[in-house]
């Protein structure tokens, strides 16, 4: 190699070879030379990944063939590096070797795999059969092995060769699973084994029962560490994978929840009452059927059983949850057939497990050592924690599924939450809440909220700091029940009127904790929230009366502390910010779940938003609150916008409309009486249309006096024909003209009306006399009502709509006439303007009703039908 | 791939046409459908009650894979069955019948799970709500009734507690003729329909009336605009009328309260709407025996099939994944397959189940958590390995283990010391005794 072959960049291709050959020759030992220094290694691997200098990627196209050949001779010259190194005789450079070819599986390119990974196969096969090496190579041996199949699961079209591989390997591995003693060879063993099972399962179906024997003796013999025997049992819940069917996976499970509760059945021994065992084991094995062999075979079991009489109550307890979790994972895993999951059997088998809490029954007592009892109440907590996660892990499984086992997975829930006092299987209770109402609804959540809200009552109510002193005396559950304390009543009243400052000002007492009540867990109090979050976020709105003020004032309480507490709180920061985040987060669904009326609360818990988004040194917390200022705008501007897109719509389909328009509106009257805004606001931005429109209410009233004073009534008479409905109702109504529209006949009716309209807004006093008239049509009597009915609605529903054209066009096809929308839009906006400031006083508001009463009266001759259709629109 | 789905009381099969391209799919042999007896089980495959005769003691429920049109499975419940409905994972079927009482079938088993009295007359239409919680259902006695599914299957509390339903709408007078629900959860509004010539909306979280729109007709058919600004109406008259929900309403116009505006290209009564989610297409079913698809924005005819000669009174859009199962003439194995993927027939009663036996749940276990997915493992190893050897030298273990051997060391030498000193008196005293006594004889004999 030149000296001055110089490469371009870290990203040239020519540089990588270089480097893989200085890394060979500089880091990597070789028969005669030792190790330098062991850190070396490391080097290697992170440079090797870093470059993916065993990639041999490059542009066919553009990489000179010089390059490729040298990136081509420098990976030969790694391969044979490893090769002499795994031929030496010393255990640590031989172990560099194999650890060096399993990063070489993963990391070559695909051609290079396919071609050679036969040779590299058999190398480390040599090594996992050979009992003579060193643990430390056989380990080795086995992880690259297990790299090595990883890689190939990812080429179905060698799917045969690479399944007779693994078969190869099955054997040896046993072997090495059942004769060594050390943990860290299991460890590699099992390992392989699960790797085979995933990605080549069929590979072990002929091995099964031995695989099944070896491993639940390791699991069953006791004496692994609680880490190995979650490997071990993550193993054998692989196993039904190897054969795929239906059957197997509920063999398995069978058998496990068989031993399961024959080691409970020791466990408990007079702590339980016979009834609860009984059912369990009735579920268990139906009657007429037999029992499945044993969990690996009749002669394990029978060891298993005669050492089960004598190890403790822990060993027990851990060998049952080790199972229980084997039990979560066959229910989450994938699996390519149907299977039937026992549901009914697993919550018998739960709430056997839940209704035992150490205290011993009358008859038991002469029985019982108070020692059993200790060592029995020492490693309940775990068995309560493995078997709410089963409870998850059903939940996951059965989705949907779970509606008809719904009822006592909840009976289960609330019976046990209550009486839970450990924080950490309390988090565990709310987990399973949470998914719950995820997965259940707010058909679910109706029944469970009470019981959840009471339950985060009492978790919660500890951090309020500020009428701790007081709650100390009150327990728990009254606090949570119906009846809250009076404290609780007066800190709701005053946040409610009150504020943030009411809070700063309490700053003080902040650092005040209940003194006889432990200081619930940041954790818990997460978790807490969280499942409030689900609930409010599921069943926000849905019969949540009974709970949702108390809950609302908690709320915002909690979220105001959150923003002092990280001064005072000796917690890690971490923590108190997930805290914060998951008030805010809570406080954040349970204003966008409030459909009745305003959040009480709504504008403390805007400015708590505000403050976090102006904490940038904690950048979750101010994202958050950027996205929960932005969700909540909906509230202050709300909208319905409608889903097709009208002002595409218009432009598009009713041009010819617009176009024939024109001709008959300039047929009919030479003059339009007030110039055409050519701009009218975009109909599709109905917020912006709508500020436009208020903003422009003062000169377009004006000018429009101007322009009927110049030219009262003859001009008015001519003026468009859609105007006067959007002075009667609001600026919200704008769709009304339209479909007043619809029909030519309440065209010109409308037009009259406007026309008389705007003389009397212009001349109230004199309109007044002129229009008292009676002999009013009363056909036009319903119009004015429901003018107003739906004012009101409209108004207090605050929707607005940019839904104007559509319905416009509608009513152009139905009418085949067309109409010229972007005129009727700007007339909707400057009329509009009429109207509000008309509406400002009631006397006006009652002159629009005369006049609609007159109309008729006065314009007699130009429509024959005003009668169309509106007595029955009055009937409602 | 967006299908439409059409059938009729007449036996006309149930057309299916690709909503986008036009193109039919294959028609599905032998259906009478009653009116909302048609849906699609989740995607998985097709389900139809039958209703031969009206007068008919006995009905059926039929289902049809997607790729054979012939029946494959049928059901005989234990009484005529109308409407069909399916909650969107396609797990259950609940189905209404004449007696006025609701079923409840788990579909992987068939399983008849509940049976409960829901209306006193028929029923006439149901509907799931978004998260499936609730069950919607309309009766020819003119209730509406949302049910929670939750209730009905804790028996404890059913005993309890007065009443199954959560809400019973007693609104309309005559027979309820379609009820659909909107977005928004627990806030969402039901639509009713009724031969009473109202449409109603109600509010599911305040459990009250919101809206009453009295039409010129009878409507027997609603859709929603999926952002819930209006709805569509199809009328006996033929008209499809255009009611405000978000939408301003409207004082007055030709047809009444809140009708922003109506279109009409059917010469017959429109029986069925249903709304095509990625264009915003509406179709509509019309007792003329035609389907057509209209364009929500202007309020166009897109397309135009052909069902039947008889009344069309289903219609549902149905979003298939473009699966393998291909409509062609060589799929005559993966049909086969498909068949054999089909569940079993409904029950027809409730097996009294026993406390004891254990009803297991079919599942399917897809989509498996990432715990199990194995990892590339040397690197880790290496650096592992290295790691230990770094922490050899100087590990705080290592060092206590030091001590500790130091400790049992001294301990052992102590304990050689003592034992070599306990030896050394030992021999010393022997030696003293055995001289003392050779002393003793010595002087014995000397005596002597």
Not at chain 2, 236 to 259: C, E, F, P, Q, W
């Amino acid at each position: 190699m030149a000296a001055f072959d110089h490469f371009g960049n870290m990203y040239d291709v020519a540089f990588k070879p270089r480097l893989l050959l200085s890394i060979i020759r500089d880091h990597i030992p070789d028969e005669k030379r030792a190790f330098s220094s062991n850190f070396q290694l490391s080097k290697v691997v992170s440079l090797v990944k870093t470059h993916s200098l065993l990639s041999e990627s490059f542009l066919v196209d553009s990489t000179p063939p010089k390059i490729i050949e040298a990136w081509k001779s420098a990976f030969s010259s790694w391969l044979n590096r490893i090769f002499s190194l795994l031929s030496t005789s010393m255990p640590d450079k031989r172990w560099a070797g194999i650890s060096l070819l399993g990063v070489t599986c993963e990391e070559c390119s695909s051609e290079r795999f396919l071609e050679s990974y036969s040779v590299w196969f058999n190398k480390l096969l040599a090594f996992l059969q050979s009992p003579a090496d060193s643990n430390l190579v056989r380990v080795a041996a086995c992880a690259s092995m297990s790299d090595l199949f990883l890689r190939l699961g990812r080429y179905p079209k060698i799917k045969k060769e690479s399944s007779s591989c693994a078969v190869k390997v099955v054997q040896p591995t046993l072997k090495m699973l059942t004769d060594e003693n050390s943990e860290a060879i299991w460890d590699a063993a099992v390992h392989l084994l699960c790797t085979i099972a995933t990605s080549f399962p069929f590979s072990i179906r002929n091995h099964y029962d031995s695989v099944e024997s070896a491993v639940a003796l390791k699991l069953l013999s006791g004496g692994c560490s609680l880490d190995m025997s979650k490997k071990l049992i993550r193993c054998i819940a692989l196993l039904p994978k190897s054969k795929g069917d239906t059957e197997s996976w509920s063999v398995l499970m069978q058998k496990i929840l068989v031993l399961i509760n024959d080691q409970l059945n020791l466990a408990f021994h007079g702590l339980e009452e016979e009834t609860m065992r009984d059912s369990v084991t009735r579920l268990l094995v139906l009657p007429g059927k037999h029992p499945p062999p044993p969990l690996g075979g009749y002669i394990l079991a029978e060891e298993v059983r005669n050492k089960a009489s004598q190890m403790t109550e822990q060993s027990l307890i851990s060998n049952v949850s080790a199972l229980m979790l084997g039990c979560c994972l066959m229910l989450t895993n994938s699996y390519p057939a149907k299977v039937n999951v026992p549901v009914r059997l697993l919550l018998a088998l739960v709430e056997r497990i839940l209704k035992v809490n150490g205290s011993l029954p009358q008859m038991s007592l002469p029985f019982m050592t108070a020692k059993q009892q200790e060592n029995i109440c020492s490693e309940l907590p775990v068995l309560h924690s493995s078997s709410l996660e089963l409870i998850t892990a059903i939940i996951k499984c059965t989705g949907s599924q779970l509606l008809p086992y719904a009822a006592s997975v909840v009976r289960i829930i609330t019976k046990y939450f209550k009486t839970c006092e450990l924080p950490e299987l309390r988090i565990k209770f709310y987990s399973v809440a949470r998914d719950l109402f995820i997965t259940m609804g707010a058909g679910m959540a109706l029944y469970l909220a009470q019981e959840v809200v009471n339950n985060a009552f009492t978790d919660l109510n500890s951090t309020e700091h500020m009428d701790g002193g007081i709650l100390n005396g009150s327990n728990s559950n009254a606090s949570a029940g119906a009846q809250q304390p009076p404290s609780h009543r007066k800190r709701k009243h005053s946040s409610a009127t009150g504020s943030l400052q009411e809070h700063d000002e309490g700053g003080g007492s902040g650092v005040e904790v209940p003194k006889n009540r432990p200081l619930t867990p940041i954790s818990l109090r997460i978790a807490a929230l969280e499942t409030l979050e689900a609930l409010l976020t599921v069943a926000g709105a849905l019969k949540s009366a009974p709970w949702r003020s108390k809950l609302d004032s908690l709320l915002i309480v909690i979220a105001t502390d959150s923003f002092k507490e990280g001064t005072v709180s000796e917690e890690p920061a971490a923590t108190v910010t997930d805290l914060q985040l998951a008030a805010l987060r809570t406080l954040q669904a349970s204003f966008l779940s409030f459909i009745r009326e305003r959040p009480p609360y709504f504008s403390q818990g805007l400015e708590l938003f505000r403050r976090g988004k102006q904490q940038t040194a904690v950048p979750k917390l101010a994202e958050f609150c950027a996205h929960a200022l932005l969700t909540l705008e909906v509230l202050i501007h709300p909208r319905a916008l409608p889903l097709v897109d009208y002002a595409y719509a218009v432009n598009n389909s009713s041009g010819e409309a617009h176009g024939s328009l024109q001709h008959e509106y300039s047929g009919r009257s030479n003059s339009t009486p007030f110039g055409l805004p050519q701009d009218p606001p975009d109909s599709d931005d109905d917020l912006c249309a709508r500020w436009l429109e208020t903003g422009k209410e003062d000169d377009v009233s004006m000018g429009k006096d101007a322009e009927n004073n110049q030219k009262p009534s003859e001009a008015c008479r001519d003026n468009d024909p859609i105007v006067l409905p959007v002075h009667v109702s609001s600026d919200k109504e704008r769709t009304q003209m339209d479909s007043e529209a619809a029909t030519p006949a309440a065209d010109v009716e409308m037009k009259t009306v406007e026309d008389e309209t705007n003389l009397k807004l212009d001349q109230p006093g004199e309109s007044v006399v002129q229009f008292q008239e009676p002999g009013s049509c009363t056909t036009n009597i319903p119009l004015v009502e429901a003018h107003n009915g739906t004012f009101d609605d409209v108004v207090s529903e605050k929707i607005l709509s940019g839904s104007t054209v559509p319905h416009n066009e509608a009513s152009h096809m139905e009418s085949d006439q067309g109409n010229s929308v972007n005129e009727d839009f700007a007339f909707a906006s400057q009329s509009n303007s009429l109207w509000q400031t008309t509406s400002d006083s009631n006397i006006f508001q009652d002159f629009a009703f005369k006049l609609d009463h007159g109309n008729p009266l006065a314009d007699e001759d130009g429509f024959p039908d005003i009668v169309d259709g509106d007595p029955d629109s009055d009937s409602e | 791939m967006e299908v439409v789905l059409a059938s009729s009381s007449v036996d006309g099969g149930i057309g299916c046409w690709d909503l986008h391209t036009g193109a039919e799919q294959l028609r599905y042999k032998s259906c009478l459908s009653p009116s909302h007896g048609l849906v699609s089980v989740g995607s998985r495959f097709i389900a139809s009650s039958q209703l031969r005769e009206t007068s008919a003691t006995s009905g059926s429920v039929l289902f049809w894979s997607w790729s054979k049109p012939q029946v494959e499975v049928k059901s005989f419940p234990a009484e005529p069955i109308k409407p069909l409905a399916s909650n969107h994972p396609g797990t259950f079927i609940v189905g209404g019948a004449l007696s006025g009482d609701i079923y409840f079938w788990e579909v992987e088993t068939g399983r008849l799970l509940k049976k409960w009295r829901a209306h006193f007359r028929a029923v006439t239409c149901m509907v799931f709500s978004e998260d499936d919680s609730l069950l919607i259902s309309g009766s020819e006695d003119g209730t509406v009734r949302v049910w929670s599914l939750f209730m009905i299957f804790d028996d404890f509390r059913g005993q309890q507690a007065n009443n199954l339903y959560e809400y019973s709408f007693s609104g309309h007078t005559l027979r309820v003729t379609d009820v659909v629900i909107g977005n928004g959860g627990c806030n969402a509004i039901i639509v009713s329909a009724s031969e009473d010539r109202t449409c109603k909306v109600w509010s599911l979280s305040r459990g009250t009336l919101l809206r009453n729109i009295v039409f010129p007709s009878v409507i027997d058919s609603i859709a929603l605009d999926p952002a819930e600004h209006v709805f569509y109406a199809g009328s006996r008259d033929g008209k499809i009328y255009i009611a405000a929900l978000n939408a301003v309403s409207v004082a007055t116009n030709n047809y009444g309260m809140h009708i922003i505006g109506s279109f009409s290209n059917h010469s017959k009564a429109v029986t069925c709407l249903a709304y095509g989610m990625s264009e915003n297409l509406l179709i509509s079913g019309s007792e003329d025996g035609m389907v057509r698809v209209w364009n929500a924005r202007t309020r166009n005819i897109v397309r135009m099939f052909k069902h039947a000669k008889g009344p069309v009174n289903n219609i549902i859009v149905v979003r298939r994944e473009n699966s393998s199962n291909h409509i062609s003439s060589n799929v005559q194995t993966s049909s086969r397959k498909q068949g054999a993927n089909l569940p079993p027939p409904l029950e027809k009663y409730a097996n009294s189940i026993d406390e004891d036996s254990d009803m297991s749940t079919m599942v399917s276990l897809v989509g498996g958590s990432s715990s199990v997915v194995p990892q590339y493992i040397s690197s880790q190893q290496i650096s592992n390995y290295i790691k230990e050897l770094q922490h050899q030298g100087l590990s705080a273990a290592s060092e206590m283990e030091t001590e500790k051997l130091k400790h049992d060391y001294q301990m052992s030498m102590q304990m050689t010391n003592q034992w070599k000193k306990m030896y050394e008196n030992l021999n010393k005293f022997c030696v003293q005794e055995l001289l003392d006594g050779s002393q003793a004889t010595t002087l014995d004999e000397n005596q002597n």
